[in-house]
């Protein structure tokens, strides 16, 4: 079974505040992804990256930056977090070529941002 | 208008009755289409995956894709209240490396 794994699962962090996320996925899977999930908005992309140090921008990629040094760890981080950025984040993996399979999620980190 | 649209809920239905949850979409590029179940204080698990039109079938499960409609569905039979969860439908053109465009999610609850 594919395994992701999100290194917290509750994180309170200060406005103004750099955060770091963690993501590490088990499968050796080239693709890998971070979202946000927001009540009434569903999951939002928010950057995407389809080999290590390649890095593509998601649909909401403004106050965030990816970090993909090795291929099994996708970081996520808020440059200088703010009281929008509260939210549940949500990292997922999927492979290339001919065992493409849909994405697989961890269990995401709930982040408050005071 | 979003993309893809999705009742929101809340859906609750009496343990053993066949639930149906639908999903519309406005992309005709869209070619491939996910069910995914959230538990509470949980990621998204993948339930169920289809490409173009037609039926697949899981144990209680089934997913339906109707492309001349823009119009997908899963059905659950014999309910069973480990089945309360919301479901996300997702969807994308092409398959692993294509970024999902999501359904907001219906949450459902099986009343025992």
């Known amino acids: 079974d594919v395994k992701v794994t999100q290194s917290s699962r509750y994180l309170v962090k200060r406005t103004g505040e750099k955060v770091f996320l963690e993501c590490v996925q088990d499968?050796?899977?080239?693709?890998m992804f971070w979202y946000r999930q927001d009540p009434g908005l569903g999951l939002r992309l928010i950057y995407f990256?389809?080999?290590?140090?390649?890095?593509e921008k998601g649909d909401i990629p403004e106050g965030y930056s990816v970090s993909r040094e090795k291929k099994e760890r996708f970081s996520l981080i808020l440059e200088s977090a703010s009281t929008n950025q509260t939210s549940m984040y949500l990292c997922?993996?999927?492979?290339?070529?001919?065992?493409?399979?849909?994405?697989?999620f961890g269990d995401g980190t709930r982040l408050s941002i005071l | 208008q979003k993309e893809v649209e999705q009742d929101p809920g809340p859906l609750s239905v009496p343990e053993g009755a066949i639930v149906s949850l639908n999903c519309t979409y406005s992309?005709?590029?869209?070619?491939?289409f996910m069910w995914y179940r959230q538990y509470s204080r949980k990621g998204p698990e993948l339930l169920m995956y289809?490409?173009?039109?037609g039926n697949k079938e899981d144990g209680r499960f089934t997913a339906q894709v109707d492309k001349s409609s823009k119009y997908i569905s899963l059905f659950i039979r014999d309910s069973q209240p480990s089945d309360s969860a919301t479901y996300l439908c997702?969807?994308?053109?092409?398959?692993?490396?294509?970024?999902?465009?999501f359904g907001t999610g219906t949450r459902l609850t099986i009343i025992p």
């Open positions: 997922a993996s999927s492979s290339q070529g001919t065992s493409n399979q849909p994405q697989h």
């Open positions: 499968m050796d899977h080239e693709n």
């Open positions: 990256s389809y080999d290590v140090k390649m890095k």
């Open positions: 992309n005709s590029a869209f070619q491939y």
């Open positions: 289809t490409y173009s039109s």
């Open positions: 997702a969807m994308s053109a092409n398959f692993g490396n294509e970024k999902l465009t």
